[in-house]
């Protein structure tokens, strides 16, 4: 076998083990495939992965480069995408997207990789333009119908969602969906629902940061020290903008109105309930990196 048809093999590999989850080994083989041919694409662009996902992102935007030097393709340009919006380099990370999606129009991924990249910008109707052209592109894929009704979700869109989450198979049982029935859930007051789609997932992949996210917003809801700011902000997510901001309005005129020392308390409140449950978080993805790590 020569050494590029040895590196190929390997390099399909290597894939199905950052499927699998087994980063180490899929690094292991891609050292092997390049040392047999240090000009194998595919090769470079997994090894550009495996790097992002080991938090090594501007190693991963230099390992892409090299793959998209030999050969431009979408996967290449996705990696590198991703890696930087990791070092919150958004107009890169665009390009780099906008790139993948040129190479390969006729794909679902690439609008998937753009429709991140923008939401990550804050480019919020650019990014669902993308997120249904994906959907369009690959209307048999329950993945990209269950990431665009997260996204209405994070939007505040749960009508969407919903209707998304509906039009799914009852049977799905892909990751996105179960993530998607489960903030649906808590949204609803469902917790323990909630809790059950996490674990689900967890179940899966032990080091899913969605499902882990998901496990501590069920903790907070549950918490009595928590539980009303909890309340407050899934009121927030049920309703339009205009009533957000009127709320945000009224809770700035507190001090005009003459109840100083109420809305003192109740901002205070609520930034030390969101400082509280940012350190939940990054306690539980702490103990992601940690299971990773071994």
């Known amino acids: 076998m020569s050494g590029a048809a040895e590196a190929a093999a390997m390099a399909s590999a290597a894939g199905r083990l950052i499927d699998a989850g087994n980063i180490s080994g899929a690094e292991r083989l891609l050292k092997q495939a390049l040392a047999a041919d240090p000009e194998s694409a595919r090769a470079h662009a997994l090894m550009a992965l495996v790097l992002y996902q080991g938090g090594k992102w501007p190693a991963a935007v230099r390992q892409a480069d090299v793959s998209l030097g030999l050969e431009p393709t979408a996967d290449a340009f996705r990696f590198k995408s991703l890696a930087l919006l990791k070092l919150r380099q958004y107009g890169r990370a665009i390009e780099a997207a906008q790139a993948g999606v040129r190479t390969a129009p006729s794909l679902g991924m690439p609008a998937f990789a753009l429709a991140v990249a923008l939401e990550n910008a804050g480019r919020f109707a650019e990014a669902q333009a993308q997120f249904r052209r994906a959907v369009e592109l690959d209307p048999g894929s329950e993945a990209f119908r269950a990431d665009l009704g997260r996204f209405l979700l ?15 198979p009852p049977g ?9 029935r489960g903030e ?14 996490a674990l689900w997932v967890l179940a899966r992949d032990a080091v899913s940061q969605p499902a882990l996210r998901l496990l501590v917003q069920v903790k907070a809801s549950q918490s009595r020290l928590m539980g009303l700011w909890w309340r407050y902000t899934m009121f927030l997510a ?4 205009w009533m957000r901001l009127l709320l945000v309005a009224l809770i700035i005129l507190l001090p005009v109105l003459g109840l100083q020392v109420v809305g003192l308390l109740f901002i205070v409140y609520v930034y030390a309930c969101g400082q509280i449950f940012a350190r939940m978080v990054a306690r539980e993805l702490k103990g992601v990196s940690l299971r990773k790590s071994f």
Not at 154 to 168: C, M, Y
Request: zero cysteines; glycine letters at 14%.
């Open 154 to 168: 994070r939007r505040g869109d749960v009508a969407g969602a919903e209707q998304i989450a509906a039009g799914l």
């Open 172 to 180: 799905a049982d892909s990751v996105g969906a179960l993530l998607l």
């Open 184 to 197: 649906l859930a808590l949204l609803r007051g469902r917790p323990g629902e909630a809790r059950d789609f």
């Open 238 to 241: 049920r309703k339009p903008v």
